[in-house]
């Protein structure tokens, strides 16, 4: 059905505008110097310069330049084991804040930083069940 359009007084309809895909944006000091921290220590895959798709989902991470990069992201990375990829982080010289614990839920998680100070959590949910 037919609407009022917002911008332009023209129709528009209620079909469509799902949400397609999560685009996180994380500050970087030089996103070309960043670069290849998150393609060869996440393994994330380069779509265009800056943007990286997380394998395996419809998430993208989009690196910006910042002055003051660094501090608390809120982005958490759920994996099937946070021990398998702590050890791939680990192989690749990532810095490691937090080392695989068990939550007070009984879920595993992790953290870990990037080059600029940016802090990132992974985590295992467990399965459990009743």
Not at 49 to 66: E, N, S
Not at 70 to 82: C, H, M, P, R
Not at 84 to 105: A, G, S, W, Y
């Amino acid at each position: 059905m037919p609407l009022g359009d917002p911008m332009n007084d023209g129709p528009y309809y209620i079909e469509g505008g799902e949400i397609e895909h999560v685009e996180v944006t994380v500050r970087v000091k030089n996103v070309s110097e960043s670069t290849e921290f998150y393609k060869e220590s996440l393994f994330l895959e380069e779509k265009e310069a800056g943007l990286f798709a997380i394998p395996h989902t419809k998430c993208y991470l989009r690196l910006i330049a910042d002055e003051s990069p660094g501090g608390e992201t809120g982005i958490t990375f759920l994996t099937d084991s946070v021990f398998t990829f702590h050890r791939k982080l680990m192989d690749e010289n990532v810095q490691i804040i937090d080392k695989p614990t068990k939550n007070k839920e009984g879920n595993v998680e992790a953290t870990f930083v990037d080059p600029d100070g940016n802090k990132f959590r992974v985590l295992e949910i467990n399965q459990q069940v009743d």
